[in-house]
């Protein structure tokens, strides 16, 4: 029992520390659990022995007061041999019935010294039931606990699941994403080949349309040179009128004064017409300087639609130049016309002084004649320079409409680029806040996992703690059982000291009744007074023995029902010892199953880092370079924007030109008007004096 008691102890107390020694102490326990049963059933066979033998005691006892009984009661109808014979008898019964006693006493003690041993047993196997319960409910404690850390592991196992699950997704999407991306930045690699094509195939036909534009302006400025010619022409025919107008101012003095206002207006006509080729000189140096920027111009390759759309709008400027001229030119030709008129009128009414100038007026008509072919001649080439300019617009549409499907079609690829750069910017947050949450997971994990290995440990410091208090409640309780198991030895000593003083004064009463009665001679009735207080005497012994004999068979009962407990919670301890083996087993495989989970799941943690690297880096690349598309579609788009203002001043300059063109014309057209008005006046000058020699 110390052993055991020693085997318990050192379990309580090295229960974090017993993986290697845990199989031995178990084995030693269970076979001083056996001895202990051994011993027990040892003793139940000695007790067994000992009843028995105190039953048989008991039997001859009564057997032989019966019999003494019988003797006395005979003694008076015999003989006095007879009665020695009995006396003798009677004292081998006496000496035999001393002998018995002793025996007796001798097995009473034995009785008391097994009952000391069984209720030390009894102490020892309620410290083991205590002991046991104390055992029990731990394992209960430590049943609830693997149940907890079981449930644990399971919803850990099921959120590494989860988490593999979610990377095995992002796995199959970054790839999925790294494939899209790929194949899209080998279709951005042949839209930018194409767009390279097709961009050489602009310039070279921007270069096309330059050459034919600079072949198209060279044409018209032959034919403005041209008409410059003319107009120098006209010029010195007007001059030559006037000095013809002249000689006829000095031929006629009537008309000097009307002559000198012809001079001062045909003056004013050529400072004026003089104004207009000093604008004509002004606007052709302004077309070479526009010459020389466009040819400027024409050595950068991006500026080839500003510069076509340049050439249009000075090719419909010229052609508003071109139409004011040839406005200008019927408007004099209409004057010419009229002074013609006039002159021929004025001529004819005087023929007969005036033949010489009649042939001059004649000279004058047949220039006004061959200044009005070179007049048609004009518009011919006037229409001619239309279809070419019309035809010239058509294809700078078709170019214009053409790079503005290019820029479209860039800016739609640029715009595809930069979403796709943004999806893959969102994917690269999401994964990295994913790999965050993933890391915070495991941190929470882990200091999960701490904190419940610290509550373990608080936990079992407290049962530990209690099972302390328990043993020393139950060492307290053990040692008042001893007091009280103490106090009910004495107490049951002295009442077997009282019933042997008892039995001994009964038994000395009866050897005095018997003394007397021998002696002395007695009544029939005194004798039957006596058989009666022996009778009595001898029913209250039996009497005494039998409730004795019913508290041995209780105690027995009590003691039999314990062992039989004993027994049964022994058994259930070696069964729960073994499930607890099992258990711990199980729950040491399921630990290193667990541990190898783990460095499995951080290998796998490590490949997913290295690959996520690879990704941001691959991911860091393609933004470099879409960075660096980015910058030259915004350096394109600085270019394009200085070509705007550029056009925007020129737009400007060539409506302030226009504007000022307008207002010459202007001008001109009111010197027209007051020409006419004064051919009109001197027309009413000439005619009048004629109506008034008619009448008279």
């Given amino acids: 029992m110390t052993k055991i008691m020693k085997l318990i102890q050192n379990e309580e107390q090295s229960k974090e520390v017993r993986n290697l020694t845990h199989s031995r102490e178990e084995t030693e326990l269970v076979g001083l659990i056996e001895d202990l049963y051994n011993h027990y059933q040892s003793l139940y066979a000695m007790y067994d022995g000992l009843y028995g033998e105190l039953g048989k005691l008991v039997s001859r006892r009564r057997s032989r007061r019966l019999s003494m009984s019988f003797s006395d009661s005979d003694s008076e109808y015999f003989s006095p041999e007879e009665v020695e014979g009995n006396n003798l008898r009677s004292e081998t019964y006496e000496v035999l019935n001393s002998e018995a006693s002793n025996e007796a006493k001798k097995f009473e003690e034995k009785l008391t010294s097994n009952m000391k041993e069984i209720e030390n047993l009894s102490q020892q196997k309620r410290n083991l039931e205590l002991q046991v319960e104390n055992q029990a409910q731990e394992v209960k404690q430590l049943s609830e606990k693997n149940e907890e ?143 020389l920027e466009l040819e400027t111009r024409t050595n950068e390759k991006n500026e080839g639609e500003e510069q076509l759309r340049d050439i249009t709008y000075e090719i419909k400027q010229l052609e508003d130049e071109n139409k004011a001229l040839q406005d200008r030119n019927n408007e004099l030709k209409g004057a010419m016309i009229q002074s013609s008129d006039d002159i021929s009128a004025f001529l004819k009414e005087h023929d007969g002084d005036k033949n010489g100038a009649s042939m001059q007026i004649m000279d004058l008509k047949q220039e006004v004649n061959v200044l009005r072919l070179e007049l048609d001649w004009l518009h011919e080439q006037k229409n001619k320079l239309e279809q070419q ?108 000291k009282l019933l042997g003083e008892k039995v001994t004064s009964y038994e000395e009463e009866l050897r005095m009744l018997k003394m007397s009665a021998t002696h002395s001679p007695v009544s029939p009735q005194n004798r039957f007074l006596d058989l009666e207080a022996l009778h009595g005497l001898e029913l209250f012994v039996q009497k005494g023995f039998d409730f004795a004999t019913d508290k041995v068979d209780e105690h027995k009962d009590y003691v039999m029902s314990s062992v039989s407990k004993m027994m049964s919670e022994v058994m259930f301890m070696k069964d729960w010892i073994k499930r607890r083996n099992d258990e711990m087993k199980k729950l040491m495989e399921n630990a290193n199953g667990l541990n190898m989970l783990l460095n499995s799941k951080e290998e796998q943690e490590l490949l997913l880092r290295e690959k996520v690297w690879e990704l941001e880096a691959k991911v860091s690349k393609e933004g470099g370079d879409k960075l660096n598309l980015a910058k030259a579609v915004s350096q394109l788009e600085k270019k394009v924007v200085k070509l705007e203002k550029n056009l925007k001043e020129k737009d400007e300059e060539l409506i302030s030109l226009g504007e000022k063109k307008r207002e010459a014309i202007r001008q001109l057209c009111f010197m027209v008007d007051f020409h006419r ?10 005619i009048e004096p004629r109506k008034a020699n008619n009448r008279t």
Avoid: G, P
């Fill in 389 to 496: 300019n019309e035809r010239s617009v058509k294809e700078h549409a078709e170019s214009l409409a053409k790079m503005e499907n290019l820029n479209l079609k860039l800016s739609s690829q640029i715009a595809d680029q930069a979403a796709t750069i943004e999806r893959i910017s969102a994917e690269h947050k999401q994964e990295k806040i994913l790999s965050n949450k993933f890391k915070l997971n495991r941190q929470s994990i882990e200091r999960k996992i701490e904190e419940l290995a610290q509550e373990f440990r608080r936990k079992m410091e407290d049962n530990i703690r209690l099972l302390h208090q328990r043993i020393h409640v139950a060492e307290q309780l053990n040692n008042e059982n001893k007091n009280s198991c103490k106090m009910t030895k004495q107490r049951y000593e002295q009442e077997n």
């Fill in 149 to 291: 850390l079981e449930l644990l592991l399971k919803e850990k196992y099921s959120a590494v699941s989860i988490l593999r699950a979610k990377l095995k997704n992002n796995e199959n999407q970054a790839n999925s994403n790294i494939e899209e991306l790929m194949a899209q930045i080998n279709k951005l690699e042949l839209d930018a080949k194409y767009l390279q094509t097709q961009k050489d195939e602009m310039e070279e036909k921007c270069k096309c349309d330059e050459n034919e534009s600079l072949a198209q302006r060279k044409d018209l400025m032959n034919q403005l040179n041209v008409m410059q010619q003319n107009l120098d022409s006209i010029c010195k025919q007007n001059k030559e009128l006037e000095a013809l107008m002249e000689k006829k101012r000095e031929e006629t003095s009537q008309y000097s004064i009307q002559i000198e206002n012809l001079k001062e207006n045909l003056a004013e006509m050529s400072s004026v017409e003089q104004i207009r080729l000093e604008e004509k000189e002004t606007f052709l140096a302004r077309i070479k300087d526009l010459e």
């Fill in 677 to 686: 008005d004064r051919c009109s006046y001197l027309r009413n000058l000439v």
